[in-house]
């Protein structure tokens, strides 16, 4: 092996201390970010704004130590804290509640998806459509906006549900407050310009300091604006929940909900933001590292966090390289919580409910909406269910009305394929179903059937009509099955296959099976008895192959 001379050895320590370099700036930019941020996702769950500190710093922690993407950052998260939120409300309606429920509630989501981690469950995160996925974020969006329009208007709020909410608003019309909704309104703007305009320029933080600057200039306290207040300052300190397995069996539906939620969005920032080494992410690992990162902020008392799709995006664009990024931002996160609590006591309420309502904004698909109601009716209304469920609802009940929706429309999308039948291409070896415009040929008693979709129990029976009845048409003397497009087989479903075979040896026929490419679909042929009921010798590489060896008559293409 060549020695290392001290060039290259110059050069590696330029190359690592400019990483380190990058990784700081980076850091300093999501600090600006995450600051307002955290606090306006505290306050939307109804938490003091430096426990959102508490958590960011814990999860930052948690999933740095756990985590294989170097650019991921977790944190308090606006996509869940709605749901946990409603959830919790509910809960407590019924007296169902625990004392220190966020925490536990934490607590339960990261063993959740530490579990989930472990056994390799990312394929979990493709559950929901992106019909489905859009439409929950939808309706997310209208319950951010709705419990942040009190506090831009400078007036009461009430309620959990989105009903009662909308009431407090149309009585409380009467007493807006003008220069609250002005500091809202002006740092939506601010924000929305800045994330046009100059996105490296942290919007939401220079409008939060602009906004406090008036408060106390023009001692607009006395005007009317609601203010944070004086924060307490110092470390946090853990409260350990009351662990009564009665509490723990009522918050786990929700805990899975919102694990389910959390690895779906956890998976997404993981493959939008591949490593700077251009890795393949490893989605398992990450949804340890987001499980950790719900361990140390529920060991920190605060509650569910999530990974951040646009934290994350202010990583990678600043140019982080690892996960120093995101440790840098939480040492200063940490600083201002335990130090600079008295900072925060002038910021105006207003001010943050503009930044939710961005948030809000941002998180809702308009593009994507439009692109599916263009394309597809039937997924386009897919969406508006799904945004109408979450809405009107319980959160938590929404979301499990919008898996179940994803589920359907993928069985409905199952059980809609039918039987087709293949003609040959003229002059050829190649049985395709019929196109427009391009005439097949047919072979006299020979049925070819091919099926495009998994073949199960949502279908096996369509698909047993669908044969039978093209065979009662036709009266083949060779019917084959061309078993390319058919990945898997249930047990039901190869049921359906015999009563073919069975139909077909009634009638004089033979039913051969051809082109069974997949390794699960053969398997499952044999393993169901199929191949042992029609003869190995029936099972060929292709349809050309079948009809020449069991329809001997038929002439090869010219």
Request: glycine fraction near 10%; charged fraction near 10%.
């Amino acid at each position: 092996m060549p020695p290392v001379s001290s060039s290259d050895k110059n050069i590696s320590a330029l190359g690592r201390a400019g990483a380190f370099g990058r990784d700081l700036l980076a850091g300093l930019t999501l600090a600006a970010i995450t600051i307002p941020e955290q606090m306006a996702t505290a306050r939307l769950g109804g938490f003091e704004p430096q426990i959102g500190f508490y958590a960011f710093v814990a999860a930052t922690l948690g999933f740095a130590l756990f985590g294989a993407s170097r650019l991921l950052t977790a944190g308090a998260d606006s996509t869940i804290t709605p749901i946990f939120v409603s959830g919790l409300a509910a809960l407590a309606a019924g007296g169902a509640i625990p004392p220190g429920a966020a925490t536990l509630l934490a607590l339960l989501v990261g063993l959740a998806l530490v579990i989930a981690g472990l056994l390799r469950l990312g394929w979990v995160a493709d559950l929901l459509s992106v019909p489905v996925l859009t439409g929950f974020l939808a309706g997310i969006a209208v319950h951010i906006a709705v419990s942040q329009l009190p506090g831009l208007l400078g007036i009461p709020g009430g309620g959990h549900h989105i009903a009662g909410q909308l009431a407090a608003l149309w009585h409380g019309l009467g007493g807006v407050n003008l220069i609250s909704l002005a500091i809202g309104v002006g740092t939506l703007l601010t924000v929305n310009l800045c994330e046009r305009f100059a996105p490296r320029v942290p919007g939401a933080l220079l409008a939060l300091v602009a906004t406090t600057a008036a408060v106390v200039l023009f001692k607009l306290e006395t005007h009317g604006v609601a203010v944070l207040g004086a924060l307490p300052s110092g470390w946090p300190s853990f409260v350990p929940p009351v662990l009564d397995w009665a509490d723990i069996r009522s918050l786990v539906p929700l805990a899975l909900v919102i694990a389910l939620v959390v690895m779906m969005q956890t998976a997404t920032v993981s493959r939008s933001f591949r490593d700077p080494d251009g890795g393949e992410p490893k989605v398992d690992r990450d949804f340890i590292g987001v499980g950790a990162a719900n361990l140390f902020a529920g060991l920190a008392s605060t509650f569910p966090v999530n990974a951040s799709p646009p934290r994350t995006a202010v990583v990678a664009e600043s140019g982080g390289r690892s996960q120093l990024a995101a440790a840098t931002a939480a040492l200063i996160v940490l600083a201002l919580a335990v130090a600079g609590g008295s900072l925060l006591a002038q910021v105006p309420v207003a001010a943050l409910a503009g930044v939710l309502l961005f948030v809000a904004q941002r998180i809702v698909r308009v593009d994507v909406i439009r692109r599916i109601a263009g394309q597809s009716r039937s997924e386009f209304a897919l969406v508006l269910l799904t945004a109408v469920a979450i809405v009107w609802l319980p959160v938590e009940t929404g979301v499990a009305v919008g898996i179940g929706l994803s589920l359907l429309h993928g069985v409905w999308m199952t059980t809609r394929s039918e039987p087709v039948e293949q003609l040959r291409i003229p002059g050829t070896t190649i049985w395709w179903p019929p196109e427009p415009g391009r005439h097949g040929e047919q072979v006299a008693g020979v049925l070819v059937i091919a099926f495009p979709a998994p073949l199960l129990f949502a279908n096996a029976e369509s698909f047993r009509l669908g044969v039978l009845a093209a065979v009662a048409e036709r009266k083949p003397s060779l019917l084959v099955l061309d078993a390319g497009g058919i990945p898997v087989i249930d047990y039901t479903a190869a049921q359906a296959l015999l009563a073919v075979a069975e139909a077909c040896r009634r009638r004089g026929g033979t039913f051969a099976i051809a082109r069974a490419e997949s390794v699960r679909a053969l398997q499952a042929l044999q393993d169901f008895g199929v191949v042992a009921e029609i003869g190995a010798e029936h099972v060929f590489h292709s349809v050309e192959e079948a009809v020449r060896a069991l329809a001997p008559a038929v002439r090869e293409p010219s």
